[in-house]
């Protein structure tokens, strides 16, 4: 998947489910070993998987590398729910 807005590429390659690399990252939001929330050129991408690791955070590069079992990937509309759903007081008192 590519896509270019304002001259910022945005492409995922997702290798064997195992390793994945994204460009246009402008932030990651939050992360954890099972989600990613990062805000991308192209909207805000959530990575869901198991034992999910940060590899590479190149700002410079507005690149991400990810390591894990990566078992989905969805472009999200309302991030705010999302970032109240994933918030660490959340995950405690559930």
């Given amino acids: 998947m590519e896509n270019s807005i304002d001259g910022h590429n945005h492409t995922i390659n997702l290798v064997e489910r195992k390793n994945m690399l994204v460009?246009?990252?402008?932030?990651?939001?939050?992360?954890?070993?099972?989600?990613?929330?990062?805000?991308?050129v192209m909207g805000y991408l959530v990575v869901k998987?198991?034992?999910?690791?940060?590899?590479?955070?190149?700002?410079?590069q507005q690149t991400v590398s990810i390591k894990?079992?990566?078992?989905?990937?969805?472009?999200?509309e309302?991030?705010?729910?999302?970032?109240?759903?994933?918030?660490?007081?959340?995950r405690l008192f559930k």
Avoid: C, H, R, W
């Avoid at 990651?28 to 805000?39: K, P, R, V």
């Fill in 23 to 40: 460009t246009g990252v402008k932030k990651i939001d939050n992360f954890d070993s099972e989600e990613f929330l990062m805000d991308t």
């Fill in 49 to 60: 998987g198991k034992d999910l690791e940060l590899l590479k955070l190149d700002t410079m």
């Fill in 68 to 76: 894990g079992q990566i078992n989905s990937m969805a472009y999200i």
């Fill in 78 to 90: 309302n991030v705010k729910n999302k970032e109240k759903d994933t918030s660490i007081i959340s």
